[in-house]
């Protein structure tokens, strides 16, 4: 697997590489060296708000995953019930970008993957399968 964007500290990948599911760490500034081969999954936890040129990042997110390989985003979705201008996600300056659960669908359109939403925060894009009570790995 692939944690995407993990930063200076992949907690999330020592995590899984922990839980028995092997994960390598990309970040452009800490650990710009990706796995030439596509993952078996990729996970992106609050990284894809900081993307610069989402339409570019998006697809080299989506190209690192194989074509039964499941992706794995959070961010915190806008929601019309909230008052932008309060929203406290805005308030990072490094948060340049923003989306919504329709923003979601469509890309899972646009790449040809199906996608499940779960709650606020989590979109899964690929073959859906049972998850573990913690929302994250796939059971058997």
């Known amino acids: 697997g ?3 964007g993990c930063g200076p500290n992949p907690v999330f990948a020592k995590m899984l590489n922990q839980a028995g599911y ?7 500034i800490f650990f710009p060296n990706l796995p030439k081969s596509t993952q078996s999954f990729v996970t992106c936890s609050e990284v894809v ?6 339409q570019q990042d998006f697809a080299d997110l989506f190209s690192r995953a194989g074509p039964a390989s499941q992706v794995f985003l959070m961010t915190e979705f806008y929601q019309e019930s909230f008052d932008f201008a309060q929203w406290h996600y805005i308030r990072d300056p490094t948060h340049v970008h923003f989306y919504c659960k329709e923003t979601m669908k469509w890309l899972s359109k646009y790449f040809r993957r199906p ?3 779960i709650g606020p925060r989590i979109a899964i894009y690929g073959p859906q399968q049972k998850l573990s009570p913690t929302g994250f790995w796939p059971i058997g």
């Open 115 to 117: 996608v499940e939403i």
């Open 49 to 54: 708000e900081h993307f610069i040129h989402p």
């Open 2 to 4: 692939l944690d995407y």
């Open 22 to 28: 092997p994960t390598n760490s990309y970040d452009p």
